[in-house]
């Protein structure tokens, strides 16, 4: 069994930047592909970034160049850092893992196996 906690969300003016953490225990992390999630009120939840257990990352084209996803096995983390926030970035971000030793960050949320409870990120105009 794998848990996952984010945190780091909070309430930021647009041009601001965010790290967003994920702490996951249980299970054998390293071997996990990881993946950040966003769900905005009235939307679907919609692949953000993604890492592979190799340290290959995986961007949508709507944060691409502006958030970067890394990994910390040692300690069992994922980080996203976010610059250049944008209102069209609110949502509530989620973090998962895909436990099915895959050697890519697919952005597909069925694929993932565990979520965490999600942290909110609101970005003002």
């Known amino acids: 069994q794998v848990q996952l906690v984010e945190f780091g969300g909070e309430l930021v003016q647009a041009g601001g930047s965010l790290r967003l953490s994920c702490a996951a225990s249980g299970g054998t992390f390293s071997t996990y592909a990881m993946g950040w999630f966003r769900q905005a009120p009235g939307k679907e939840r919609e692949f953000v970034a993604g890492i592979s257990f190799n340290d290959g990352t995986y961007y949508s084209d709507s944060v691409k160049g502006r958030f970067t996803i890394s990994r910390d096995n040692g300690k069992k983390m994922v980080y996203l850092r976010m610059n250049n926030l944008k209102p069209e970035d609110t949502a509530v971000y989620y973090c998962?893992?895909?436990?099915?030793?895959?050697?890519?960050?697919?952005?597909?949320?069925?694929?993932?196996?565990?979520w965490g409870q999600g942290t909110q990120v609101t970005v003002s105009s």
């Open positions: 998962a893992a895909d436990t099915k030793f895959r050697i890519v960050a697919v952005p597909t949320p069925g694929v993932y196996a565990y």
